[in-house]
């Protein structure tokens, strides 16, 4: 075990042992943050799924809770999974989420605080006539999962909510309205159908503001909003979303680019990253999105290490004012608040090199880095190289014109383990300059039986931006961000040598004729206080 230790992440949210998955009811009550999780009480593998608990002040420091529901009516007995939370405008708070019955069917429960006076919300009530869904006909008793926050319907009288499911391989949302959380109705129609994207497990939908940079509670619609829509493909393990037009009236949603529709088109993550889930922050008029970042070693290092899974730091989410295209996912302000002893660096990176920079912790890191290329460099884009793809590229051992350039995490001093993040310029199949962001995880530890993947998406880039990253790095964990969350890469890695004090950090650039101007920034980052709540002294 103690082998392994070090692949432990420092501010990351993690159980204390044992297998965690999806993130679930997010929310802000009495000054407190609370994170509920899919979690296994007995091993390293997923099962016996309960929720897990925990709360924060700044959802960075965490205390850990007892369980807020386990597995013990018929209903939910093999699995309490997956659900979300709702904040009527009285201040109850409306939990809905899936059992997996004695039976094996999906069913939707309801359960609340028992005592919404408790800044902590330690007790769950399960309601009484539980289950309140089951799969209605056509569906399939395993196809019917998720339920999601609920938002106001335009009469404002009742609410609604969608669950994922699936029509042969047509994923499809259902939607249900209720005016009481006990009693539902399901809608006709879906709100949305793609075919061949498979079963939709955790759908979100939320609105988001075209013109502000606060975030709207859930029930916002109407002029100057439009809705964000995600997926989770359970056939390759990602979350799509679309940026789309909500008629409420309709029970329709479309996507404003039917070719990036939701499933098909933009991803939240072009790394390890699943089955996220957002909620509004009424404390700081934000919406946040949290998601769960899974292990790609085998099983039974799994289970050696005693525990698997994190999830990723919190990310504030909004529109996109530039391109109109996407949204911007930003880490949440207070992880600034680990960051100590700022470092500044300026080199001009000739085709070719690898500047080392000097850090002392280079295994928990905050990292802010710009390039730009050099005047000469910038006349001749046109002669760039054609076509790229990080996922097929071969990494960044691979040189072109105009690209790999960017930085290097979790090395060791002699470059045997080693995760560069970077960006590469090719012309697309018209002509077109494009910018790819990539993560190369091919290098990334020396260990045999540990998933190795070229993660990365073109990344809009606007005239007159330069390319910019920012990189947390903690241990066996890398999100980094281009173009201001534009686009993000989590990579999920397993450094041998390249731990603790000894982890090294680079500037580099592997083109054949560019030049780039880079500047980096970095951090140190404390570790966070995550431990479990001193119940006792309540
Ligand atoms: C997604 C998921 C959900 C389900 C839960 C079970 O990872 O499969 O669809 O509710 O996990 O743990």
């Not at 009480?41 to 205390?63: K, M, P, Y």
């Not at 494009?434 to 020396?446: G, I, K, M, P, Q």
Request: with cysteine; glycine share 8%.
């Amino acid at each position: 075990n103690v082998m392994l230790s070090w692949q432990r992440t420092a501010y990351h949210f993690q159980p204390e042992k044992n297998w965690m998955n999806d993130p679930n009811g997010p929310l802000f009550h009495k000054g407190w943050y609370h994170l509920f999780y899919q979690y296994n009480q007995e091993s390293a593998v997923w099962g016996n799924i309960t929720w897990g608990h925990a709360v924060s002040r700044d959802l960075i420091h965490w205390l850990h809770l007892p369980y807020a529901m386990v597995p013990d009516q018929w209903y939910d007995v093999n699995g309490v999974w997956t659900g979300s939370a709702t904040i009527l405008p009285d201040g109850r708070i409306m939990m809905l989420y899936t059992g997996d019955t004695h039976d094996v069917v999906q069913v939707q429960c309801l359960a609340y605080p028992a005592d919404l006076s408790d800044p902590l919300l330690l007790k769950w009530v399960k309601y009484q006539n539980n289950p309140v869904m089951v799969p209605p006909p056509g569906i399939g008793h395993k196809d019917f999962r998720d339920p999601t926050t609920a938002w106001l319907s335009p009469d404002g009288d009742k609410w609604r909510i969608t669950i994922g499911s699936k029509i042969n391989t047509t994923g499809i949302s259902l939607v249900y309205e209720t005016a009481d959380f006990f009693k539902y109705e399901l809608l006709d129609g879906y709100l949305h159908e793609v075919p061949g994207t498979g079963m939709w497990e955790c759908i979100d939908f939320y609105p988001i503001s075209l013109t502000e940079s606060n975030g709207l509670d859930t029930s916002a619609n109407g002029q100057g909003i439009k809705h964000v829509m995600k997926v989770s493909l359970d056939d390759d393990k990602n979350d799509y979303y679309a940026l789309g037009t909500y008629d409420p009236v309709k029970n329709k949603w479309t996507p404003d680019d039917p070719e990036l529709d939701v499933g098909i088109g933009l991803r939240y993550d072009y790394g390890k990253y699943y089955a996220s889930k957002t909620f509004y922050d009424q404390n700081k008029k934000r919406r946040i999105l949290w998601g769960w970042i899974r292990e790609t070693d085998a099983e039974a290092l799994d289970i050696l290490k005693g525990w698997a899974s994190v999830q990723s730091i919190p990310r504030t989410v909004v529109f996109d004012q530039k391109t109109g295209s996407n949204i911007l996912q930003w880490p949440v302000e207070e992880v600034e608040s680990l960051r100590s002893d700022s470092l500044e660096f300026n080199a001009k990176l000739e085709p070719g090199s690898v500047v080392p920079i000097e850090v002392d912790s280079g295994s928990q890191l905050d990292i802010v880095a710009s390039f730009e290329l050099d005047k000469e460099t910038f006349e001749v884009t046109t002669e760039a190289d054609i076509g790229y793809d990080c996922p097929t590229s071969g990494g960044a051992v691979n040189r072109g014109m105009l690209g790999p350039f960017g930085i290097v995490v979790l090395a060791d001093e002699n470059l045997l383990e080693l995760t560069p993040i970077y960006f590469y310029i090719a012309k697309g199949p018209h002509g077109k300059v494009e910018t790819h962001f990539c993560a190369d995880e091919l290098r990334s530890s020396v260990a045999p039986d540990v998933d190795k993947i070229v993660y990365g998406s073109k990344v809009p880039v606007l005239d007159g931006e330069n390319l910019t990253i920012r990189s947390l790095v903690d241990h066996s964990i890398v999100e980094s961000f281009a173009q201001g969350g534009r686009r993000v890469i989590t990579s999920r890695i397993y450094p041998t040598t390249a731990i603790g004090g000894a982890a090294r950090v680079f500037l580099f650039n592997n083109a054949t004729r560019a030049s780039v101007n880079a500047s980096i920034k970095i951090w140190k980052m404390s570790s966070a206080n995550i431990r479990p709540f001193p119940l006792d002294q309540l």
